[in-house]
């Protein structure tokens, strides 16, 4: 890493630094794993390398199917060029079955196929443990309005269409995942672009025959090795980072 860059953020997987022109940030992936709120840490070796890599992959897919997202290029193994965006403070999240706080919270099986995809928001915020929040409560203290909602559920709908049928066609359900949005302005026009990460970090991830996870579930619920589980995705969807060149996404119909 060049030196005396000014960093802008860290949070716990990923530390962002000012960007080279107005406008852009770098997105650097640490080897950092978190869970249960950062109670649960450890240092994954490779982790950073995968979620870059897996990252790169998602979001340039979803370019390609005119689904807009803050991801510019990627500059080298931990590194990726974004555009600067305002986060709004939700973090957006796409259920097909039931895992984690929705199958406790419904007393739900682990793995029940959900009637439609449900789509939920939580409140960017650590201290109070990312906290569930009704689309009530967004509107009335102005993190969003009614209409970026409506736009932030087509865009949490489309990526959920596009990750599904790429997971599907490499034998890997996807159980949920999360995305973060974010504004950015047109001259007067605000926009809303996917943004964050879309990695195995956000992502709940099973294999479909034998139901064996493949996403940070393996080291919150301590199942083996995390970078085995990364790898294996990634081996799957043909992106290692020991390819150096540009991977393009191929699309699944």
């Given at each position: 890493m060049a030196p005396r860059r000014k960093k802008i953020y860290e949070g716990k997987a990923k530390i962002l630094y000012e960007g080279p022109e107005p406008g852009t940030l770098v997105q650097y992936f640490k080897d950092d794993a978190t869970a249960f709120?950062?109670?649960?840490?450890?240092?994954?070796?490779?982790?950073?390398?995968?979620?870059?890599?897996?990252?790169?992959?998602?979001?340039?897919?979803?370019?390609?199917?005119?689904?807009?997202?803050?991801?510019?290029?990627?500059?080298n193994m931990r590194e990726q060029l974004i555009r600067q965006?305002?986060?709004?403070?939700?973090?957006?999240?796409?259920r097909n079955f039931a895992a984690g706080s929705i199958a406790k919270r419904l007393g739900l099986e682990e793995g029940t196929p959900l009637p439609r995809p449900i789509v939920e928001y939580s409140y960017k915020n650590d201290e109070l443990g990312d906290p569930l929040v009704p689309e009530e409560y967004i509107i009335a203290f102005g993190w969003a309005n009614q209409q970026d909602l409506d736009d932030i559920v087509a865009l949490a709908l489309r990526v959920n269409d596009f990750l599904t049928g790429v997971f599907y066609g490499v034998g890997i359900k996807l159980i949920d995942f999360k995305i973060e949005i974010g504004r950015i302005w047109d001259g007067d026009f605000m926009r809303l672009i996917v943004a964050?990460?879309?990695?195995?970090?956000?992502?709940?991830?099973?294999?479909?025959?034998?139901?064996?996870?493949?996403?940070?579930?393996?080291?919150?619920?301590?199942?083996?090795?995390?970078?085995?589980?990364?790898?294996?995705?990634?081996?799957?969807?043909?992106?290692?980072?020991?390819?150096?060149?540009?991977?393009?996404?191929?699309?699944?119909?």
């Open positions: 709120n950062a109670q649960k840490k450890a240092t994954i070796e490779g982790k950073g390398v995968l979620n870059n890599r897996l990252s790169e992959y998602f979001m340039t897919g979803l370019a390609n199917i005119g689904v807009p997202n803050h991801f510019i290029k990627r500059l965006v305002e986060i709004v403070p939700l973090e957006v999240i796409v964050d990460e879309i990695s195995p970090d956000s992502c709940r991830l099973w294999d479909v025959k034998t139901g064996q996870k493949l996403d940070k579930d393996v080291f919150r619920r301590d199942l083996g090795s995390l970078t085995d589980a990364y790898t294996e995705v990634a081996k799957r969807l043909g992106v290692l980072p020991t390819n150096t060149q540009p991977i393009k996404p191929t699309l699944i119909n």
